[in-house]
């Protein structure tokens, strides 16, 4: 078992993990996701406005995991595919996140490519699919 | 603040040993330790031990007053001190600190880690859970992932320097035929590096640092009373650093720069007086080949972005104008996660007692030892001179 994230705990974190909502602090003004208690900018602000994050970002950097390298929940999927890319995206506003990229580019994934976050199937704990974001190639 | 020594170290042998148990690992480097000091057990007022994840791989937590039951320390008040792969120089310097303080004379500081006992996928799980849980692994990604995205953004930040690169683990591998403590004992070229078995692009296997089983124990003492039973060349700590960064690589506002490592250095050239110029000799934390290249940056050995040319010029080899990793580093000495940051002591130590036979390095007068947890969020730098 890799991550465990109970169902309470994965229900919790449903606004963030399917419909990328951050927070702007009414301190700083600047952006955080996945929300915190305390804004990791400013380091003082604790007041937030809700915002819904556009899912629009470049990639930062990248890598592609070969088969056999992969966190056991993942395993079956690298099994599968042989490999999987994961990147690290910077949206466009602000915070950079690591997810997996769905449909990579032929030509290979580069810095600096635009992205998009996609709805998708994570992984399977206890039972339950865990549904998060992914992103693809704009 | 009073002057404290390493008067005694001791180790395994790093590798895969499937019949040898955490506490056959604890005696035998805690017994070497103990002995090279020439110190009777009774004078040993603390135990300081560093376990990564001995909770998870064997099950078995509390280690510190496992330790000092194997060793017969009696009732001495003991700590296990966890911060991913840098557990061991984080024990060292809460050692440290406590003699430095005054609290006590003599103390025994050590790290080990059982790992290859467990499957592959136990093991990778293991290790990933210094990375966030929630926020990195439960998306997909690894720890050699992590390091492979560092590796390519500092490639487009730098120029592609993949192949120079790879003489960070030709070079330890070199380094590690010299040591008899190393798991490996095999020559590479940049060409199996490259060619190697992929991991996480652009990293094949030989960019990726050892599982290994193993310990490593060193006796510290005020440096006032050392002389009464140290027969060796007393080895002062000079200098002593550590900071944080974030936990999650997503939050660091630079991939290319470990903060932590920044943070550390400062901290402990400023206590030790020196500048990076004044360094004869360094262990450098190289759980990936690209790690290394940017740590000796970031302690100012290089300039920024010139790591690797550095390297592949042989400026760092054994017989080069500043030796890293003499002892064969994570890469090819081993890493048993809590083991590593005092095993990179070890060397430190051996090298400026001149004692390191076929991999002495020349005038060995000040070490540098550095060691980095996760992805660069627990960084440790310490400095040894000898008296
Ligand atoms: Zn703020």
């Given at each position: 078992?890799?991550?465990?994230?109970?169902?309470?705990?994965?229900?919790?974190?449903?606004?963030?993990?399917?419909?990328?909502?951050?927070?702007?602090?009414?301190?700083?003004?600047?952006?955080?996701?996945?929300?915190?208690?305390?804004?990791?900018?400013?380091?003082t602000?604790?007041?937030?406005?809700?915002?819904?994050?556009?899912?629009?970002?470049?990639?930062?950097?990248?890598?592609?995991?070969?088969?056999?390298?992969?966190?056991?929940?993942?395993?079956?999927?690298?099994?599968?595919k042989?490999?999987?890319?994961?990147?690290?995206?910077?949206?466009e506003?602000?915070?950079?996140?690591?997810?997996?990229?769905?449909?990579?580019?032929?030509?290979?994934?580069?810095?600096?490519?635009?992205?998009?976050?996609?709805?998708?199937?994570?992984?399977?704990?206890e039972?339950?699919?865990?549904?998060?974001?992914?992103?693809?190639?704009? | 603040?009073?002057?404290?020594?390493?008067?005694?170290?001791?180790?395994?042998?790093?590798?895969?040993?499937?019949?040898?148990?955490?506490?056959?690992?604890?005696?035998?480097?805690?017994?070497?330790?103990?002995?090279?000091?020439?110190?009777?057990?009774?004078?040993?007022?603390?135990?300081?031990?560093?376990?990564?994840?001995?909770?998870?791989?064997?099950?078995?937590?509390?280690?510190?007053?496992?330790?000092?039951?194997?060793?017969?320390?009696?009732?001495i008040?003991?700590?296990?001190?966890?911060?991913?792969?840098?557990?061991?120089?984080?024990?060292?310097?809460?050692?440290?600190?406590?003699?430095?303080?005054?609290?006590?004379d003599?103390?025994?500081?050590?790290?080990?880690?059982?790992?290859?006992?467990?499957?592959?996928?136990?093991?990778?799980?293991?290790?990933?859970?210094?990375?966030?849980?929630?926020?990195?692994?439960?998306?997909?990604?690894?720890?050699?992932?992590?390091?492979?995205?560092?590796?390519?953004r500092?490639?487009?930040?730098?120029?592609?320097?993949?192949?120079?690169?790879?003489?960070?683990?030709?070079?330890?591998?070199?380094?590690?035929?010299?040591?008899?403590?190393?798991?490996?004992?095999?020559?590479?070229?940049?060409?199996?590096?490259?060619?190697?078995?992929?991991?996480?692009?652009?990293?094949?296997?030989?960019?990726?640092?050892?599982?290994?089983?193993?310990?490593?124990?060193?006796?510290?003492?005020?440096?006032?009373?050392?002389?009464?039973?140290?027969?060796?060349?007393?080895?002062?700590?000079?200098?002593?650093?550590?900071?944080?960064?974030?936990?999650?690589?997503?939050?660091k506002?630079?991939?290319?720069?470990?903060?932590?490592?920044?943070?550390?250095?400062?901290?402990?050239?400023?206590?030790?007086g020196?500048?990076?110029?004044?360094?004869?000799?360094?262990?450098?934390?190289?759980?990936?080949?690209?790690?290394?290249?940017?740590?000796?940056?970031?302690?100012?050995?290089?300039?920024k972005?010139?790591?690797?040319?550095?390297?592949?010029?042989?400026r760092?080899?054994?017989?080069?104008?500043?030796?890293?990793?003499?002892?064969?580093?994570?890469?090819?000495?081993?890493?048993?996660?809590?083991?590593?940051?005092?095993?990179?002591?070890?060397?430190?130590?051996?090298?400026?007692?001149?004692?390191?036979?076929?991999?002495?390095?020349?005038?060995?007068?000040?070490?540098?030892?550095?060691?980095?947890g996760?992805?660069?969020a627990?960084?440790?730098?310490?400095?040894?001179?000898?008296?």
């Amino acid at each position: 078992m890799g991550a465990h994230i109970s169902i309470p705990m994965y229900r919790r974190t449903v606004p963030q993990r399917y419909r990328l909502a951050g927070q702007r602090c009414t301190a700083c003004g600047r952006v955080n996701f996945p929300p915190k208690a305390v804004c990791r900018y400013c380091r003082t602000g604790t007041g937030f406005d809700s915002v819904r994050l556009s899912g629009r970002g470049t990639v930062y950097s990248y890598t592609v995991i070969a088969g056999g390298g992969a966190p056991p929940e993942f395993s079956e999927e690298a099994r599968c595919k042989g490999s999987y890319p994961v990147v690290l995206v910077e949206l466009e506003e602000g915070p950079r996140i690591i997810a997996q990229l769905v449909d990579p580019p032929e030509e290979g994934i580069t810095v600096g490519m635009k992205v998009e976050a996609v709805f998708r199937r994570i992984y399977e704990e206890e039972g339950v699919i865990r549904y998060g974001f992914k992103f693809r190639p704009v | 603040m009073r002057s404290v020594s390493v008067v005694g170290i001791g180790e395994t042998k790093m590798g895969k040993f499937p019949e040898r148990s955490l506490r056959d690992l604890i005696l035998e480097a805690g017994t070497k330790a103990i002995g090279d000091a020439g110190i009777e057990k009774e004078r040993i007022e603390a135990l300081y031990l560093g376990n990564y994840n001995g909770s998870y791989w064997s099950l078995q937590s509390h280690m510190g007053p496992l330790g000092s039951e194997v060793l017969g320390l009696g009732d001495i008040p003991t700590l296990r001190t966890e911060g991913a792969c840098a557990t061991g120089s984080l024990a060292f310097r809460q050692g440290l600190m406590a003699v430095a303080a005054g609290f006590y004379d003599v103390v025994l500081v050590g790290g080990v880690e059982k790992m290859t006992h467990r499957q592959t996928e136990t093991v990778t799980t293991g290790l990933a859970s210094a990375a966030d849980a929630d926020l990195e692994v439960s998306l997909g990604a690894t720890f050699p992932s992590l390091f492979a995205m560092i590796a390519n953004r500092y490639f487009f930040e730098y120029g592609n320097v993949r192949e120079q690169m790879a003489v960070c683990a030709v070079q330890n591998h070199d380094n590690a035929l010299l040591n008899p403590d190393a798991q490996m004992h095999k020559k590479i070229t940049v060409q199996d590096v490259c060619n190697g078995f992929p991991v996480a692009y652009p990293f094949t296997v030989y960019d990726c640092s050892l599982v290994s089983d193993g310990a490593c124990f060193v006796v510290l003492a005020a440096t006032d009373v050392a002389g009464e039973f140290c027969k060796k060349r007393l080895v002062e700590v000079a200098g002593s650093g550590h900071a944080g960064d974030a936990i999650t690589m997503a939050a660091k506002k630079s991939l290319t720069t470990f903060t932590a490592t920044l943070g550390a250095a400062r901290q402990a050239y400023e206590m030790a007086g020196i500048r990076p110029a004044d360094v004869d000799f360094a262990e450098v934390h190289d759980c990936f080949t690209i790690t290394q290249i940017i740590n000796i940056e970031d302690l100012g050995f290089f300039p920024k972005g010139r790591g690797a040319a550095a390297v592949a010029a042989g400026r760092t080899a054994l017989d080069g104008e500043l030796p890293i990793n003499p002892s064969g580093g994570l890469k090819a000495k081993g890493h048993p996660i809590g083991c590593t940051g005092l095993s990179q002591i070890y060397e430190a130590v051996v090298q400026i007692r001149g004692e390191a036979g076929a991999r002495q390095v020349k005038n060995a007068e000040t070490g540098l030892t550095h060691n980095l947890g996760g992805s660069g969020a627990t960084c440790l730098v310490h400095i040894f001179r000898g008296r």
